[in-house]
């Protein structure tokens, strides 16, 4: 029994079922998905539908990313926010053309059900991007920050080298959880192309939305699993705009 937990899709569908393929998934497997299943590629309804169907049969967990935020409100009110328009958004709309308005119900339902973060019963968190408050997620004022903080993995990443996990100036935020799985800031912004750690924090977003990979991590053996470059997939693609 492993929990895979993925990093962001972005519409890249083939990307996904590479990645799933590569991980050899049974039934006994549990998949945490970090968000941001839509905008960038081309086929971000129909990643949306595959997950569902998925679901079905296999033990699923789907935080949500702020990208999901914007297509959610926009399948709810018919109205598109620029900024997301300007981020993959327009390709996400088109993807739909080819969905069905009870197809368009079920996804819309499936993203106003997905939770913001999700703690496992090992004291681990999950979520997209990160959060604030100093005393946890569950005292987090601004709901927001978990799906569009960076402030987390920059605080993370600056703090690795200087401080040891007993040091009494260990960041309080971290310290209320085992570990903390985050997407959302995409490693390559590091030069890096393969999950990235920092204190507790594992940052699982390749860039799948870029010229990255998309990766998925074993949480107990920290066994790392990638998609072939997405650019590779979507060879036809190249020059969208995302982030």
């Not at 991980?23 to 839509?38: A, C, E, I, R």
């Not at 085992?178 to 924090?201: C, R, W």
């Amino acid at each position: 029994m492993r929990t895979l937990v993925i990093g962001d899709i972005h519409g890249g569908l083939k990307a996904l079922v590479q990645l799933l393929g590569r991980t050899k998934l049974t039934k006994n497997d549990t998949l945490l998905f970090l968000g941001d299943y839509v905008d960038g590629w081309s086929q971000s309804a129909q990643v949306v539908q595959f997950l569902l169907e998925l679901s079905k049969n296999q033990d699923c967990i789907f935080i949500k990313g702020n990208h999901d935020v914007w297509c959610e409100n926009w399948l709810k009110t018919g109205r598109a926010d620029g900024v997301w328009l300007a981020h993959g958004g327009e390709g996400t709309i088109e993807s739909y053309s080819a969905i069905t308005a009870i197809e368009k119900m079920q996804h819309l339902e499936f993203f106003e059900t997905m939770p913001l973060y999700h703690i496992d019963d090992q004291n681990r968190l999950f979520l997209h991007a990160g959060f604030t408050s100093m005393h946890g997620v569950t005292n987090e004022t601004h709901p927001e920050t978990f799906y569009f903080d960076r402030t987390l993995w920059e605080m993370a990443l600056a703090a690795d080298r200087m401080i040891q996990s007993t040091d009494v100036n260990y960041p309080n935020r971290v310290r209320h959880y085992d570990e903390i799985y985050i997407g959302h800031t995409p490693t390559l912004n590091f030069k890096e192309t393969i999950p990235m750690n920092a204190l507790n924090v594992w940052n699982i977003d390749t860039g799948a939305a870029f010229t990255g990979r998309l990766s998925a991590i074993d949480i107990d053996d920290k066994m790392v699993f990638q998609s072939d470059p997405v650019t590779d997939l979507y060879p036809d693609e190249m020059g969208r705009n995302k982030s």
